[in-house]
C-alpha cells in the first residue's frame, strides 16, 4: 500500500497534525511520500510508477487537499483504468484548484467547516464528486475546528479507520 500526503500552503511549518497522521499511517506498515501542495504532478507521476496491484491512498490539508484532488484527475486521464482506493482532504481550500472526485476514487473523506468566517475560506470547501461520478462513496464530516484542523485526535482517527478499512 502506498499514501501520498500533500501539505497545505505553510508546508511542514503550518501542517504538524498532518505530519502526525503520516507517521500514523506510516505504523500501518504504509509507505507515505509528503509533498507540497504544488507538486500534484510529482503525485500524480509517483502513483504511476506503482505496481499495478498496490492499492492507493492519497489525501490533504488545505490547499494539499484541493490538490490531491487535482492530482487524481491527472491521474485518471492518464490512467483511467487504474483506481485510487481512498482520498482524504482535510480542510480543503477555498483558494485550491476548482476539481470535484474523478470515478477513479473509490472512498473519499472530506473533513471540512462549514464556516466561511472560522477559516476565512481557508478550510470550508466541500470536495464534490465530478458530474456523472456515481463511483466514489464519499463522506463528509463537518467540524469547527480552526484552520488547519489537521492537529484533532477525531480527524485522525476517522482517516484512520478509513485506511484500517482496506488492509
Not at 475546528?145 to 478509513?162: E, Q, T
Amino acid at each position: 500500500m502506498f499514501c501520498i500526503i500533500m501539505l497545505g500552503q505553510g508546508g511542514r511549518l503550518t501542517c504538524q497534525g498532518t505530519l502526525a497522521l503520516a507517521k500514523k499511517i506510516e505504523a500501518l506498515d504504509i509507505e507515505v511520500e509528503i509533498l507540497q501542495h504544488y507538486e500534484y504532478i510529482e503525485a500524480c507521476q509517483l502513483m504511476q510508477a506503482r505496481d499495478p496491484g498496490e492499492l492507493l491512498i492519497i489525501g490533504g490539508t488545505s490547499l494539499g487537499a484541493s490538490t490531491a484532488v487535482l492530482a487524481c484527475q491527472y491521474y485518471y486521464k492518464a490512467v483511467s483504468s487504474r483506481k485510487i482506493e481512498y482520498c482524504f482532504g482535510i480542510q480543503p481550500s477555498n483558494y485550491g484548484a476548482n476539481v470535484g472526485y474523478t470515478s477513479n476514487i473509490l472512498q473519499a473523506r472530506c473533513i471540512w467547516n462549514p464556516s466561511w468566517w472560522l477559516t476565512l475560506g481557508f478550510g470550508n470547501r466541500k470536495l464534490l464528486r465530478n458530474i456523472g461520478n456515481k463511483m466514489t462513496e464519499v463522506t463528509y464530516q463537518p467540524s469547527s475546528l480552526p484552520h488547519p484542523g489537521d492537529y484533532a485526535g477525531s480527524v485522525h482517527n476517522s482517516i484512520l479507520a478509513d485506511i484500517e478499512g482496506l488492509l
